[in-house]
C-alpha cells in the first residue's frame, strides 16, 4: 500500500512539473500574425448589437441599461432612447427634467416576465424598495429595431410602486 501511494506522489509531482512549463512565443510574436482582415471582422462584430430585444441586448437587459444611465447622469442618452411619440410632444429639456424627477436607481436583475398588450412590450422585475419587495413593470416599444422606454407610462408606473 505505502509503494502504491509513493507512485501516485511521484506520478502526481511529475505532472505538476509538466504543467508549469511556458510557451517560448511571445505575445506580441502572435498577434503579427494575424490577419488584419479577421481584426476588423471581430471588432465589427462587436459593435453590433440587437436592440430589437428588450430582453437581453448585449449582456444586459432594456431596464438596466436605463437603469444605469440613470445612475451615471447620462440623461442625453436617456432621451435618445425615449420613444418618438413623447419626443415630438416635449422638448428635450423637458423629457431630461423628467427622468430626473424619477424615483429610478434601485437593483435591478434581469426580467422575470415579458408580456405584450397592443404593441407595447411590458418588461417585470424584481425590485426591492424600502425594504419591500416589489414588481416593477417597464413599459418598451420597438421603434426602428430599437428599444424605446415610454416614459409616461413608466413614470406611472414608478409613482404607484414607490407610493405604496
Given at each position: 500500500?505505502?509503494i502504491?501511494?509513493?507512485?501516485?506522489?511521484?506520478?502526481?509531482?511529475s505532472s505538476?512539473?509538466?504543467?508549469t512549463?511556458?510557451?517560448?512565443?511571445?505575445?506580441?510574436?502572435?498577434?503579427?500574425?494575424m490577419?488584419?482582415?479577421?481584426?476588423?471582422?471581430k471588432?465589427?462584430?462587436?459593435a453590433?448589437v440587437?436592440?430589437?430585444?428588450?430582453v437581453?441586448?448585449?449582456?444586459?437587459?432594456?431596464?438596466?441599461?436605463?437603469?444605469?444611465?440613470?445612475?451615471?447622469?447620462?440623461?442625453?442618452?436617456?432621451?435618445?432612447?425615449?420613444?418618438?411619440?413623447?419626443?415630438?410632444?416635449l422638448?428635450k429639456q423637458?423629457?431630461?427634467?423628467?427622468?430626473r424627477?424619477?424615483?429610478?436607481?434601485?437593483?435591478?436583475?434581469?426580467?422575470?416576465?415579458?408580456?405584450e398588450?397592443n404593441?407595447?412590450?411590458w418588461?417585470h422585475?424584481?425590485v426591492?424598495?424600502?425594504?419591500?419587495?416589489?414588481?416593477?413593470?417597464m413599459?418598451?416599444?420597438?421603434?426602428?429595431?430599437?428599444?424605446?422606454?415610454?416614459?409616461?407610462?413608466?413614470e406611472?408606473?414608478?409613482?404607484?410602486?414607490?407610493?405604496r
Amino acid at each position: 500500500m505505502r509503494i502504491l501511494i509513493f507512485i501516485l506522489f511521484l506520478m502526481s509531482l511529475s505532472s505538476c512539473r509538466e504543467a508549469t512549463r511556458v510557451d517560448p512565443l511571445i505575445e506580441d510574436e502572435t498577434e503579427k500574425d494575424m490577419d488584419v482582415k479577421d481584426n476588423e471582422e471581430k471588432e465589427s462584430a462587436v459593435a453590433r448589437v440587437d436592440w430589437s430585444n428588450p430582453v437581453l441586448i448585449g449582456a444586459a437587459s432594456f431596464g438596466n441599461i436605463i437603469n444605469v444611465n440613470y445612475k451615471l447622469g447620462e440623461f442625453n442618452e436617456l432621451y435618445r432612447l425615449t420613444n418618438s411619440a413623447l419626443k415630438s410632444s416635449l422638448t428635450k429639456q423637458e423629457i431630461i427634467n423628467k427622468y430626473r424627477s424619477l424615483p429610478l436607481g434601485f437593483d435591478l436583475d434581469f426580467p422575470m416576465n415579458k408580456t405584450e398588450e397592443n404593441g407595447t412590450i411590458w418588461l417585470h422585475y424584481a425590485v426591492e424598495i424600502n425594504a419591500t419587495k416589489k414588481i416593477m413593470r417597464m413599459p418598451i416599444v420597438v421603434e426602428e429595431d430599437t428599444c424605446r422606454l415610454k416614459l409616461l407610462l413608466f413614470e406611472e408606473e414608478l409613482n404607484q410602486i414607490t407610493s405604496r
